[in-house]
């Protein structure tokens, strides 16, 4: 009997037959994140329904030296979840509970499979809300914006989801359970709780979380404004800010994300605009109308051509409608795409997005833009055919984009992660010194390499890279330190 039929039949018998999938046919819906260009089908999934259940599959997993992957939607955009060959996921789309709403604490106790969106909506009764808010928040699961620090929109005045996250239930690749962080910002030690948002499933699989809830601002002012160019779009976003202004939430798209979001909605964006950029302020009424004004002379010093005012919160919703879809929309206009998410100081939006168009060019490719201008966070959309042989040359030309956003001061990743799809680029942002730190950090939690294996950091099996000679630290050296 092989090592993976001997852990189902342990699995099952600790799960029970309905939590332990092993049919071929099934095992294929767990293949891939929501990037596709990446399958790899794993030998189990099992579906667990209770913390205590996830650690005893963990512990399973441990003693029999198996890997194992954390899922929830399966959403995310970077090969995050791509499962392991001969390995197992572990689904958490059974842990799906509100546990507590808290009012008066303004915090939220939810389990990891709850989506972003129904947070806001267990809140909505008290007049709070969740702030992060990324475009899938109606399928995205709690669990993984976690593992991404997730921001969306409005991460540009209210943070991303490591400002929003009190405490975290682990479970350990071990099978140890723990919970990092406490019931305020800040508690004494190491801040074990930071580390693991944002660790992309290396270090553990969160089971549990507790999160800030906010009060609803008072007053909430939307407009949306076309512009000859996309760089008078980015050129505007520059000067709100410069004018010490910071909207709530600031987003452009270009001409070809418009035409497959209005196709899939229909939101009333303006079709034949070569860029449109949503601002959104909020907070108390007379400062918030004050900016508004601001604002949008601003966009008239830059150019524009139209702007709607958004009347009432019906109109607010058919504009972020529009945003919203723009991902899935672009299927619409192309059969396949990747999906960049890397980061641009914002006083160099205009020249990167320059570039982009110059690189899409240069490789025959269409790019569609979509992004979070507030913060400079970029979503470049490579458009191709596979049935054209297009599948390589767009990969590069993702890549590429990827690379020049870090050669323009950037990052490699703003919120979708850097999982297996941007690995062999960590090298183009980070030394040496920097990647063997964090392996040391990741082996501290997972000395075996089981959880999430083959993520985030650059290895020879993934990028051909030779490996190199270790170099000691100085204080490993003179044995003040040892390595873990």
């Not at 992957?69 to 959403?75: I, S």
């Not at 959880?451 to 890279?465: A, H």
């Not at 204080?475 to 003040?480: S, Y």
């Amino acid at each position: 009997m092989t090592v993976i039929a001997r852990l189902r039949d342990t699995l099952t018998a600790i799960l029970g037959p309905d939590a332990v999938i092993s049919d071929p046919t099934q095992l294929r819906t767990y293949e891939c994140d929501g990037l596709a260009g990446y399958r790899v089908v794993p030998g189990l999934v099992v579906l667990p329904k209770s913390t205590e259940e996830v650690a005893a599959a963990v512990r399973a997993c441990h003693r029999a030296q198996v890997p194992f992957v954390a899922r929830g939607a399966g959403t995310g955009l970077s090969g995050g979840a791509l499962p392991v060959a001969d390995g197992v996921v572990i689904s958490l789309q059974r842990m799906r509970s509100i546990v507590e709403v808290d009012p008066i604490n303004r915090r939220a106790v939810v389990e990891p499979g709850v989506t972003n969106l129904a947070i806001s909506r267990a809140a909505a009764p008290y007049d709070l809300y969740y702030a992060p808010d990324p475009s899938s928040q109606q399928v995205c699961t709690i669990g993984g914006n976690v593992a991404e620090n997730s921001g969306g929109a409005h991460c540009l005045k209210y943070g991303f989801t490591t400002n929003h996250v009190l405490a975290l239930e682990t479970v350990l690749p071990d099978g140890t359970q723990v919970t990092l962080g406490g019931p305020s910002p800040e508690v004494a030690g190491p801040d074990l709780r930071g580390v693991m948002v944002g660790s992309e499933g290396t270090l553990g699989i969160v089971t549990g979380i507790v999160v800030r809830l906010l009060r609803k601002p008072e007053a909430v002012r939307t407009l949306l404004a076309d512009f000859p160019s996309i760089e008078q779009a980015g050129d505007t976003v520059t000067d709100i800010i410069a004018a010490g202004i910071v909207p709530a939430a600031m987003e452009i798209m270009d001409h070809l994300a418009i035409v497959a979001s209005e196709a899939a909605v229909g939101a009333g964006y303006t079709l034949d605009t070569p860029a449109a950029l949503v601002v959104e302020l909020d907070g108390p009424t007379d400062e918030c109308h004050a900016l508004f004004d601001a604002v949008q002379e601003l966009c008239h010093h830059n150019g524009t051509t139209k702007i709607r005012v958004a009347a009432d919160d019906d109109e607010r919703a058919r504009i972020w409608t529009g945003r919203k879809a723009a991902f899935a929309a672009v299927g619409r206009i192309s059969p396949q795409y990747f999906v960049q998410d890397g980061v641009v100081p914002r006083t160099r939006l205009s020249e990167a997005l320059g570039k982009i168009g110059a690189m899409g060019n240069e490789a025959g490719l269409r790019v569609a833009n979509v992004f979070h201008a507030g913060d400079g966070n970029l979503h470049p959309l490579v458009l191709y055919d596979e049935s054209k042989g297009e599948h390589d040359r767009a990969e590069r030309l993702s890549k590429a984009i990827a690379e020049l956003c870090v050669e323009l001061g950037g990052s490699l990743s703003g919120e979708h992660g850097i999982g297996t799809d941007k690995a062999c680029s960590m090298p183009v942002m980070f030394g040496e010194e920097d990647l063997a730190t964090m392996d040391r950090v990741r082996r501290a939690f997972d000395a075996d390499n089981l959880c999430n294996p083959g993520k985030v950091l650059p290895t020879p099996r993934l990028c051909g890279e030779k490996p190199g000679r270790y170099r000691p630290h100085p204080l490993e050296a003179a044995g003040v330190i040892e390595r873990l």
